[in-house]
Nanobody
Framework: VQLQAFGGGLVQAGGSLRLSCRIS????????MDWYRQAPGNERELVAS???????DYSDSVKGRFTISRDDIRNTVHLQMSSLKPEDAAVYYC???????????WGEGTQVTVSS
């Protein structure tokens, strides 16, 4: 199973960006998907989750601004980020956890930069 994250970039504060994470070698419907982020000097933090039954959860810091969704046809999970703040700048990582075996996989990160 491999995960490819993409969609990062530079955006002004208040702007929007959509991250995507595509799974290959697995069926996304069998996985619990998470987005994490890590800023320099900080620990990696969980930002948003979506279960195999599409239940979602968010950290307090992004609730109301970020939306996680899944596209089972394209084997992809998205993170729509709106009203971005400079403190949202980080490398964003996607993680897949198999709902039965609990095996987990990480994608390479994608950089999000927010200018003030």
């Amino acid at each position: 199973v491999q995960l490819q994250a993409f969609g990062g970039g530079l955006v002004q504060a208040g702007g929007s960006l959509r991250l995507s994470c595509r799974i290959s070698g697995g069926i996304i419907g069998l996985y619990h998907m998470d987005w994490y982020r890590q800023a320099p000097g900080n620990e990696r933090e969980l930002v948003a989750s979506i279960t195999s039954t599409s239940t979602t959860d968010y950290s307090d810091s992004v609730k109301g601004r970020f939306t996680i969704s899944r596209d089972d046809i394209r084997n992809t999970v998205h993170l729509q980020m709106s009203s971005l703040k400079p403190e949202d700048a980080a490398v964003y990582y996607c993680k897949a956890t198999h709902s039965a075996t609990r095996a987990n996989y990480w994608g390479e990160g994608t950089q999000v930069t927010v200018s003030s």
